[in-house]
């Protein structure tokens, strides 16, 4: 039963992250959005939602661990973990520069971590957990100018089956939601040709909608869904089957 149950949401407020943090509220989850940077538009999720949002830098250790304490204090101890929070610096990688490496290594896959790292002894100790990573089609097929994105979203792939065997005896399930192209505000800045091309190579010839991606959360997130992890759901219109 989700009644009661707290769930995390990074990147929580906007595009693909309001729509999990709006359909685990709608299943019966108590959740807290986090955000990183901005405030305006926290603050508008948080009055249409209802749902607390909670400020701080997911790639940074330490404000993680305070910030989850905060969390916890103020709603009780998390069950639920989606790590959704995710940047992108794109270039070639031989005009990258360490620091688009870096800042999209930390953000997508440290993170992973520093969230993880924090919640895991509790969800130990109550012997019940349940972890969704948000990765990316293009963490398992590549992309051209997206090195650092590609290989943060395939390391927490690896992240993911590593955890999930830890953490299987205690009921703690980890699995990864895989987006393909989704309609959000970044793929709709995407000039109109170069969309039309890319739905083109989509079988189903449509862009993925954030309710789409937040089903398979919310699903994954279910305490009946115990039997499944370390697994990957793939919501990518069948452009990339792996």
Avoid at 154 to 160: H, V, Y
Avoid at 197 to 212: C, M, N, T, W
């Amino acid at each position: 039963m989700a009644e009661g149950r707290v769930a995390l949401v990074t990147g929580g407020t906007r595009g693909i992250g309001a729509q999990i943090s709006i359909e685990l509220k709608a299943a019966g989850f108590r959740v807290a959005a986090n955000y990183g940077g901005n405030d305006a538009a926290a603050q508008k999720f948080n009055e249409e939602t209802g749902i607390p949002v909670y400020k701080f830098d997911v790639s940074d250790f330490e404000a993680t661990k305070a910030a989850i304490q905060t969390i916890e204090s103020d709603m009780g101890p998390i069950d639920v973990l989606v790590n959704n929070a995710g940047i992108t610096r794109d270039s070639t990688l031989h005009r990258m520069t360490a620091d688009q490496w870096n800042a999209v290594i930390q953000t997508n896959l440290t993170s992973a971590f520093n969230t993880t790292r924090n919640v895991i002894e509790g969800m130990r100790e109550r012997g019940f957990g349940r972890i969704v990573n948000v990765t990316s089609m293009n963490g398992q097929c590549g992309q051209i100018g997206q090195a650092n994105y590609a290989a943060a979203k395939s390391g927490m792939k690896g992240f993911t089956k590593s955890v999930a065997l830890e953490g299987a005896a205690k009921n703690i399930t980890v699995n990864n939601v895989s987006p393909g192209y989704t309609d959000t505000e970044m793929v709709r800045a995407v000039p109109a040709n170069v969309l039309e091309k890319i739905i083109a190579g989509i079988p189903v010839k449509r862009l993925g909608s954030v309710h789409d991606i937040a089903r398979a959360v919310v699903f994954l997130a279910a305490d009946e869904a115990g039997f499944i992890t370390g697994s990957t759901v793939s919501v990518n219109g069948g452009q990339h089957m792996y």
